[in-house]
């Protein structure tokens, strides 16, 4: 590592209030071991809250030279716990404030790739109380469908629906996590993500569930999905789904690192989302890649301090 974090105090930022807190406080733990297994003064830090004034009290109290962000889903991703960050001119891991927004935003995203030449899914925007009569606009889409709520991650709140009948139920879930939900084609093919570190592509890793679909248990649930790293495509093809994964990241503004969801249709890379905040599990993907390219999790871990440090 090229800067010197002896006498550092990193904070590692964990927990957090949104539906995907027991993810993140498995994500810091990770993190935290790894870095107190390298000799980094380290502190583990439960946030509970979203309150500004209390997280800036809280922060300042422990007087960190510099954080590491492992808060998943609302507040750790969408800007929030960056926009403090700022405001007290502490050092963090990821992305900034206005990237965070934008990546966590599906619909925001989405936008932003369509107008760029990347492939994303049709799709159809519903609000809250609003959507009744985009029967005919879904009904263009086809069945299956994927219902998901527009600002949420690890799957939470998403559903695909083979039948017309099951639409309701579906965005009933999906509006209890979020304002707006996203109802979109569903896309038969392979489902690859692409690890982005530094302002490089890692490996490319085919997911395989063992479910009908990469939900929040084939994600969380050890043994329920297989990891092919790296994918066994062509180099051609693997090259073609790191450069959507990167141009995503850049066009989106983000930073440190993140991690680009994609699904493979007829060789043609169609991207589904941006993870600026990957998770740091044992069973995590960004690691995984960083792993094949030849970089050990603590490795990882002190080299995104490392950006953090650089960004600043």
Partial sequence: MEIDIKGKRIGVLMGGPSSEREVSLKSGKAVFEALKGAGVDVVAVDIVTDSRSENIE???????????????????????????LEEIGLSYTGSGAEASALAMDKIASRKIFQKHG???????????????????AVRALGL?????????GSSIGLTIIYKEADLDNAMRLAFSFDEHALIEEYLPGREMTVGILGDAALPVIEIIPKHKYFDYEAKYGEGLTDYIVPAK??????????DAGLSS??????S??????????????????????????????L???????GLEFAELCLKLLKFAHEKK
Avoid: M, Y
């Fill in 118 to 136: 990347l492939k994303v899914a049709r799709n159809v925007v519903a609000r809250k109380g609003e959507w009744g009569g985009l029967n005919l």
């Fill in 58 to 84: 809280l922060l300042k109290r422990h007087s960190f030279d510099a954080v590491f962000l492992a808060l998943h889903g609302r507040f750790g991703e969408d800007g929030g716990i960056q926009s403090i």
């Fill in 144 to 152: 299956p469908l994927v219902i998901k709520p527009a600002n949420n």
């Fill in 256 to 285: 440190g690192c993140s991690r680009v969801d994609i699904i493979l249709k007829d060789a043609t890379p169609f991207v589904l989302e941006v993870n600026t905040i990957p998770g740091f599990t044992s069973t995590s993907l």
């Fill in 287 to 293: 690691p995984k890649a960083a792993k094949v390219a």
């Fill in 249 to 254: 990241h850049r066009l989106l503004g983000c």
């Fill in 233 to 242: 495509i062509d180099a051609a093809l693997s090259r073609k789904i790191q």
